[in-house]
Structure formats: structure tokens, C-alpha cells
């Protein structure tokens, strides 16, 4: 470190101190508590000696008796100013930070010795930092370390952002958003937050229960068509759901030093013999974490090995990578030639659409279905059930083959899934995965009624961690109910969620379809779904 730098850093603490109302730095315990006694065995030897000098007044006055008066006021005024602050010298203590110490969880104090020095919080210092930042003197990541205080933190953020790019962000807002949640957990840098309105559909008769679906969404009409979906399942008598699976998985690519070596590692953790000790393994990771397969997968010498597992209540990806480094590093054991190429081979796969999650499936596999009165189809959506039979068949199913989708046999599951993730918490990017969907619809009782189902392999939610500590967010769990961990039953809370989803998904393709067949597409998206001051300087 460079040692004007570092000359410069005290003077300007010292400084700061002094400014504070500091007078006196302050001193190690050990060495005032020995500063303290040194001065009272100074006043009790100097009073001795001024007493026998008084009694001897016949003695001339020397050097001896004119360091005793020194001694004597030097220790007097020392203690008096020790008297002064009790406090100080009884109990010395480190000042802590302006900012606050608690991350609001009850979790401890940091030790001030393994965070940055904090700034003075003064509001006069905001053009200093300011241009610290600009000028990239202070890292912009540091300022919530620096000033403990995280929403004064993205305000100096806005300011230099401002400065540096000359575009102001007046329109996002400020205000409103709690930063110290978000910090370490949900965004990092933050200058504000994105407003995205909130819609409620339903209610959502499911498995005998009414939900009432919280949307976040910038469409128009979106909200208004799962509504109507809800309707009609409603008046049918409600929609039931099954849950396949729950397993989210991690699949990290090793690397032997040959293809036969490879098939080795392969052969060793899919044989039957060996889970239970490596479901040993993993399991020590996480209360929650239960392994409960691995599929392997070889390209020439390099070995994919797909971990899955329960998570509780969690979406779980952190709760099975620690899993999977628990289990690579006892393979090391055996395998000491293996090298790990990266934790995430993508045969995950994570937030991409893929034939392994499809087939294997990935999070919640769900299963939504219900009956729809043929009195229904036609008084609430506008059409007949053979219109909407065939239209899914030539669409849904069809056109996604001529398409060559992978996962897409639907009409807007993604929509849907969208629009609840966003509202609940959810990693908004996992729904590349998660609205993997297949719509089937098929005439029933002789032809009166329409049997729809949904079946969605690979739904990643969870109702603990990641955005579903933030208040709103939180807000829109509790409204269904799920809220986060289940204390009777672990993992129900986010089942259930999954539940939900592909519950909302079923009502939004029922209504879409519907719309699609009664050519009603247009006309409802230019209702809902312009605004009217576009409208009114657009002519076409």
C-alpha cells in the first residue's frame, strides 16, 4: 500500500474524529488501564513528598521538590480529565459504524475489523463521495460497505450514474423499497426499483380451494383472460392437479484422463450399491436436501452427472450445488484423477429449454386437468367444444411440430408463468424452463363436454429465499397462501405453488383458445391492450 496513501487515510479519520467531538484518540485497554495507575501512584508519591516538605520548612527549594510540583499538577489535571468521561475510560470501545449493524434477520454484529471503515454520514459529505465515485477513486459496489446505509447508498448511486452517463433516472423511483433486504440477496448496485402493476385473476377453483391468482404483467388483457379461464372452471366445478415429481438437479462435467476411465466414474456412482453412500454424502449439506437419483451422461472423456434432489420449501439450486461439491469431493477419494470442469455442465439444465427436463423433469412436475360444461364453452367463451378440439390439434400441437418446438405444445403457457413468477419472488429467467407445457383438449361425454389438461414437467419455484423476502413479493405469497417454509410439512408450501401455476396455465389457455376460435383475438387486445393516448396519435 502505498504510504501517502495510507498517511492520508489517518489524517483524514483523525479529522473526522475531531469533528465528532473527539478530543483524544483513544487508547488500547491494556495500556490505559496501566496510563491510569501510573498517574495515581504519581499523585500519591507527590502528595507524600510535598507533605514532608511542608513539615521541613527549613530545606531549600531544589530540582527535586520543583519535579514534584510538576508531578503533582500534571497527575491532577490527567485525572480530572479522566473524571470527565467516566465512560470512555472505564469501558473502551471502538466506534462503531453510522450505519446500521443489524441486517435486520438478528444475525450478529460484523467484526469491524473485516468491513471497510465507514464514511462519515453527514449529509455534507454526499459531494465528496460523489465524486470519489465518478472519478472511480471509490468502487461503486463499495458504497453500501462504506456508508452503512444502503438506501443512501443507491441515492449517491443515482447522482453519479447521472454524471457519468449525462442521462437522469428521475422516473425510477427511490422510495418505497426496502435496500437493505435486497442486499447480498437480491440485486447488487441498486439505483431503484421497476414498478410492474399487480392484477388479480380468479377466483381459481382448485382442488377444491379458491385462489385468487396475483399477476404481474405489462400486457393488457393477460390478467382479464386467465380471469375469465378461472370463470369457467369455476362454473364446471373446478379443476384438480397431481404432482409427478420434486426434484431439482445440478449436473456438474468432470473430466478423466481417458474415455474408459470415464465409464468407470460412470459405472461407480449408478450403481445401486453405492447411493446410499453417497445420498450420505450429499445429504450432510442441508437439513431440507434429500439426493434422490443420479444419470450420467459421457462425451468422450468427459463424464455429465446429473444429481437430483428434494429441496423443502426452497427453489434449492444453492442447496444442491453444495450437495454435488459434498459428493465430488468424496469421488476424489477413488478418482483422483478426475478433474472438475465447472460445477454446471449444462445437462442441468438451468434456464434453457431442453429434452432432458422435459423427459426427466425438473423442480415440480404437475398435472393440471378439468371438465368444462359444454353449457359453459359456449356462454362464457364464445364458442363450441369441437371448434375448440380442432383448433388445439392444428395449433397446439401441430404448428409447434412444423415449428420444431421443444416444449412449446401450447398457446401462452410462458404468459402465465411469466406473470405469477415475477409476482411471488420467483428467478424470472427460469421460466425458459418452467413454461414448458403441453395443452391437450379432447370432447367427452359424447361429444357434450371438454376435457383440457395441462402438463407442465418442470416447474422451479420455492417460497423461501431469493426475491421472496422482499415485502411485495412476500405480500402476493401470503394471498395464496404460501408464504414461506411449511413448519408441519416442509416443501408443501412450494408444491402447492407449482399447483397454482399450472392451475393459472389451464385457465389461460382455455381462454385463449376460446378467443383464438371465436375471433376475438384483435378485438380484446384493442381494448385492453392500448393505451388511449397511443391511440389517439396513431392512425392506423
Excluded at 520548612?57 to 490527567?78: H, I, N
Excluded at 452503512?148 to 437522469?168: H, I, N, Q, S
Excluded at 360444461?373 to 371448434?387: A, E
Aim: glycine letters at 10%; proline letters at 5%; aromatic letters at 4%.
Amino acid at each position: 500500500m502505498d504510504v501517502r496513501s495510507g498517511l492520508g487515510a489517518r489524517i483524514a479519520a483523525a479529522r473526522r474524529a475531531l469533528a465528532a467531538g473527539n478530543s483524544s484518540l483513544p487508547l488500547p485497554a491494556p495500556a490505559l488501564r496501566i496510563t491510569n495507575g501510573l498517574a495515581m501512584i504519581s499523585l500519591v508519591l507527590s502528595s507524600c513528598d510535598l507533605l514532608r516538605l511542608c513539615s521541613d520548612r527549613d530545606r531549600p527549594l531544589g530540582g527535586r521538590e520543583l519535579a514534584t510540583v510538576l508531578c503533582q499538577l500534571a497527575s491532577v489535571v490527567y485525572l480530572l480529565g479522566l473524571l470527565a468521561s467516566p465512560s470512555a475510560a472505564a469501558h473502551p470501545k471502538t466506534p462503531a459504524p453510522s450505519g446500521d449493524n443489524d441486517d435486520g434477520g438478528g444475525s450478529p454484529r460484523r467484526p469491524l475489523a473485516a468491513a471497510p471503515a465507514p464514511m462519515h454520514a453527514g449529509v455534507e459529505d454526499d459531494e465528496e463521495i460523489v465524486a470519489a465515485v465518478v472519478s472511480g477513486a471509490l468502487p461503486s459496489h463499495h458504497l453500501e460497505s462504506r456508508l452503512g446505509d444502503c438506501r443512501r447508498a443507491a441515492r449517491l448511486r443515482r447522482e453519479a450514474l447521472r454524471r457519468v452517463t449525462g442521462r437522469g433516472v428521475e422516473g425510477l423511483p427511490l422510495d418505497g423499497m426496502d435496500y437493505q433486504a435486497v442486499l447480498g440477496q437480491c440485486c447488487e448496485m441498486p439505483v431503484g426499483y421497476v414498478q410492474v402493476p399487480v392484477g388479480v385473476a380468479g377466483p381459481l377453483l382448485l382442488d377444491g380451494r379458491h385462489y385468487h391468482v396475483p399477476m404481474a404483467t405489462t400486457e393488457g388483457c393477460l390478467v382479464a383472460s386467465v380471469n375469465r379461464g378461472c370463470r369457467a372452471i369455476a362454473a364446471s366445478g373446478g379443476a384438480a392437479s397431481v404432482l409427478l415429481r420434486d426434484a431439482m438437479s445440478r449436473a456438474p462435467v468432470v473430466r478423466l484422463p481417458s474415455a474408459k476411465r470415464a465409464a468407470e466414474l460412470k459405472l461407480f456412482v449408478e450403481a445401486a450399491a453405492n447411493f446410499d453412500t453417497l445420498a450420505s454424502v450429499f445429504n450432510r449439506s442441508s437439513r431440507f436436501g434429500r439426493l434422490q437419483g443420479i444419470q450420467c451422461a459421457l462425451a468422450g472423456r468427459n463424464l455429465y452427472i446429473r444429481f437430483s434432489c428434494s429441496t423443502g420449501d426452497a427453489m434449492g439450486m444453492n442447496m444442491v450445488s453444495k450437495g454435488v461439491e459434498n459428493i465430488l469431493g468424496y469421488l476424489r477419494n477413488d478418482f483422483p484423477d478426475m478433474d472438475l470442469i465447472s460445477l454446471s455442465g449444462n445437462y442441468c439444465s438451468d434456464k434453457k429449454p431442453t429434452a432432458v427436463n422435459w423427459i426427466e423433469g425438473r423442480g415440480k412436475s404437475v398435472v393440471c386437468e378439468a371438465t368444462i360444461k359444454g353449457g359453459v364453452v359456449q356462454n362464457v367463451l364464445k364458442t363450441t367444444v369441437q371448434t375448440l378440439v380442432e383448433l388445439n390439434i392444428i395449433k397446439n400441437l401441430a404448428g409447434s411440430a412444423v415449428a420444431g418446438a421443444l416444449g412449446g405444445f401450447n398457446a401462452h403457457a410462458s404468459n402465465i408463468v411469466t406473470a405469477l413468477f415475477i409476482a411471488t419472488g420467483q428467478d424470472p429467467a427460469q421460466n425458459v424452463e418452467s413454461s414448458q407445457c403441453i395443452t391437450m383438449l379432447e370432447a367427452v361425454n359424447d361429444g357434450d363436454d371438454l376435457h383440457i389438461s395441462v402438463t407442465m414437467p418442470s416447474i422451479e419455484v420455492g417460497t423461501i429465499g431469493g426475491g421472496t423476502c422482499l415485502a411485495s413479493q412476500a405480500a402476493c405469497l401470503n394471498l395464496l397462501g404460501v408464504r414461506g417454509p411449511n413448519c408441519d410439512s416442509p416443501g408443501a408450501n412450494a408444491k402447492l405453488l407449482a399447483t397454482i401455476i399450472a392451475g393459472s396455465v389451464l385457465a389461460g389457455e382455455l381462454s385463449l383458445l376460446a378467443a383464438l376460435a371465436a375471433g376475438q383475438l384483435v378485438k380484446s387486445h384493442m381494448k385492453y391492450n392500448r393505451s388511449s393516448k397511443d391511440v389517439a396519435n396513431d392512425d392506423s
